[in-house]
């Protein structure tokens, strides 16, 4: 579980804070959506081991079976169901609810790497979100699930780029494999400066 390898080294002296961002590809039934169930797994098996963590959703629509969470809250959040363009859309007034002053996060948990300069860009430039100690932003942890890598995307144009600099901006992204990760590295070769690709080599972890 890659969330729960990253919070063995974070030991806050509260409760930690954790902002989730999806990745729905499955919207017409929400719940049988491999994210949604990946989550619920993960908040299951995080609240045998920690009892400090609250998780704040981000979700196309309010699901029950988070409800009986106690350390759970959910913000509803529009997301298109077509994967290309679920990558590409983002609506900062669809933010204001999660950028209000009420809320606060310790961490954010990423599953969707394109959104990331986005997500920075509004709670450090538009919300109180952001610590004014330079260096002290909350961290970025992501997954990825899913690579436009040459040969396996089928769409007429990629998001890699807006892939590869969203992974950049994280302190730590999870994948599946160590062949997805050399095969991700050899097409940001194409890409990124060589100075980039060691960065996005120290980023990417195997889970």
């Known amino acids: 579980m890659s969330l729960a390898t990253h919070l063995y080294d974070f030991k806050p002296q509260k409760t930690l804070r954790i902002l989730v961002y999806p990745n729905i590809t499955y919207a017409k039934d929400l719940e049988k959506d491999s994210y949604i169930q990946v989550i619920h797994s993960m908040i299951i098996e995080l609240n045998k081991i920690r009892d400090d963590l609250f ?81 002290h932003q909350q961290p970025i942890v992501g997954y990825c699930h899913w690579f436009d890598i040459k040969d396996v995307v089928v769409s007429t144009m990629h998001a890699l780029n807006y892939n590869l600099m969203g992974i950049l901006e994280m302190k730590r992204c999870y994948l599946n494999t160590q062949a997805q990760k050399e095969l991700v590295l050899e097409e940001a070769g194409k890409i990124l400066s060589i100075w980039n690709c060691k960065k996005l080599d120290e980023i990417l972890t195997v889970q």
Do not use: C
């Not at 007034?93 to 394109?114: A, N, T, V």
């Not at 959104?115 to 430039?125: A, P």
């Open 55 to 135: 998780f704040y959703l981000v979700m196309p629509k309010h699901l029950s079976m988070f409800s009986k969470f106690a350390n759970v809250h959910q913000f509803e959040m529009f997301f298109p169901s077509y994967p290309q363009n679920m990558r590409m859309h983002f609506n900062v007034k669809d933010w204001d609810i999660i950028r209000h002053r009420k809320w606060d996060f310790d961490l954010i948990f990423s599953h969707l790497p394109e959104h990331t300069l986005n997500i920075k860009n509004v709670l450090y430039n538009t919300s109180s979100h952001n610590p004014p100690v330079v260096g």
